[in-house]
């Protein structure tokens, strides 16, 4: 189990006693001190688990129609042991240690829909892919080193766009 802290505006967020109750998850940011690399992603702090009924809870059943074989329980998530899906850090986390990393919550969200597009927002906020960060990918499309350099050298140089990609500024209107 991690003993390294989530923190929020400076607040250490230990328990689920800390979030304000009605927070269905948050978007956060893993950065390695050692290099200043980081990552970018989203946690949930509760999970719909498929539980098999047993022979016991079966033979209670006495609600009308066919008796269920399984039934969904909400469960507290792995957040505070969490630190993130990417292999790349998975592997540093080992090679380094928890302390050359610090855990940051950058925004609470209410719903599933808050909580993806406030990952997306800050992955483009904090321009993952022209960097060299962790985050490989923007909701689930990989990218490559290759592309991250034609990338970077593309908004810095202004040159023509790759046909059929969607760029940050478009989204925002920066350019």
């Known amino acids: 189990m991690s003993y390294k802290k989530w923190l929020y505006q400076n607040q250490e967020f230990k328990t689920l006693e800390d979030f304000p109750p009605d927070t269905f998850g948050f978007v956060y940011k893993i950065t390695n ?3 200043g690399r980081f990552y970018v992603g989203r946690k949930v702090l509760y999970n719909n688990v498929s539980k098999i009924l047993t022979k016991k809870e079966i033979a209670e ?9 399984k039934r969904k329980i909400t469960k507290e998530s792995d957040w505070q042991d969490y630190w993130g899906s990417n292999k790349q850090i998975k592997q540093d986390l080992k090679d380094l240690g928890e302390d050359c990393f610090t855990r940051e919550i950058l925004t609470l969200c209410k719903s599933k829909k808050q909580l993806s597009y406030y990952e ?20 689930g499309i990989h990218t490559t080193t290759i592309f991250k350099e034609d990338f970077t050298e593309r908004i810095y140089n202004k040159k023509a766009p790759i046909k059929g990609l969607i760029y940050a500024w478009d989204i925002q209107g920066l350019f």
């Open 33 to 35: 001190i050692c290099d």
């Open 120 to 139: 997306v927002y800050w992955q483009m906020n904090l321009n993952v892919l022209a960097i060299d960060s962790y985050n490989d990918n923007i909701q």
């Open 61 to 69: 059943w006495d609600k009308p129609g066919r008796v269920p074989k």
